[in-house]
């Protein structure tokens, strides 16, 4: 079982409807989640991070934390052409308080 | 502006060559790291260091060496060693080992 799990993808969604992204992770220790949006060609751009349990909003970005289920999520509200890009979660294992572990990615495309 | 400066943009190497990146930071960041990506894979951790004069090998640090001499420096040498050295490395620096980590626009290494 891999340690951070993403659906590759592609996501499509329509101009102005919710996307949802999920992250499932394997340890329960598991202490600081983070999202990164990657455009092709370009590096990792920070989205959000998320420490608790439960909800954490930033303008169209909402980050969700169910630690019991080992899950993390992110709604994009209103999605835009521009949101097209892959999604990384990455999670700091327990016991690796340095160390951001991967996962592969979503492919998010937004259509017209 | 402060943000993180990687160079080149592109490197070519030949067989037998060994090929340093570069990874600048003004962010005042004391934990740097740096990131292999490969097509169609997450990021996978080559080096780390939390502190000048410091630094922990990733999971991937063979044929890989590093030094952090200077707290706005972390400088990656791809040795000849490294077989399979084409790829995207990114680096990353972060105010502590904890914080959100934020990413350098990477070098393309690719072998002549």
């Known amino acids: 079982q891999k340690e951070v799990e993403q659906n590759s993808g592609p996501l499509s969604v329509p101009e102005g409807a919710i996307a949802s992204l999920n992250c499932t992770y394997s340890?329960?220790?598991?202490?600081?989640f983070f999202w990164y949006r990657q455009y092709s060609g370009k590096s990792p751009e920070l989205i959000m991070f998320i420490y608790s349990n439960g909800d954490k909003e930033d303008g169209r970005f909402t980050a969700q934390l169910n630690k019991a289920s080992q899950y993390v999520s992110l709604l994009i509200r209103d999605s835009q052409p521009s949101d097209s890009a892959t999604y990384l979660c990455?999670?700091?294992?327990?016991?690796?308080?340095?160390?951001?572990?991967f996962g592969t990615g979503t492919r998010l495309q937004v259509t017209l | 502006d402060g943000g993180i400066t990687q160079s080149p943009k592109y490197l070519f190497r030949k067989e037998g060559q060994n090929v340093t990146l570069s990874c600048e930071q003004n962010l005042n960041h004391d934990a740097m790291y740096w990131y292999r990506q490969d097509p169609g894979q997450g990021l996978r951790l080559i080096y780390y260091?939390?502190?000048?004069?410091?630094?922990q090998k990733g999971d991937i640090a063979e044929g890989y060496s590093v030094s952090r001499e200077k707290k706005e420096s972390f400088p990656l040498t791809v040795t000849s060693a490294q077989k399979n050295p084409t790829a995207f490395y990114l680096c990353?620096?972060?105010?502590?080992?904890?914080?959100?980590?934020?990413f350098g626009d990477g070098t393309r290494l690719s072998i002549l």
């Open positions: 260091s939390q502190i000048v004069n410091d630094f």
């Open positions: 340890d329960r220790g598991s202490q600081s």
């Open positions: 990353a620096s972060s105010i502590t080992q904890r914080e959100p980590q934020h």
């Open positions: 990455a999670v700091n294992i327990a016991g690796t308080a340095s160390k951001l572990t």
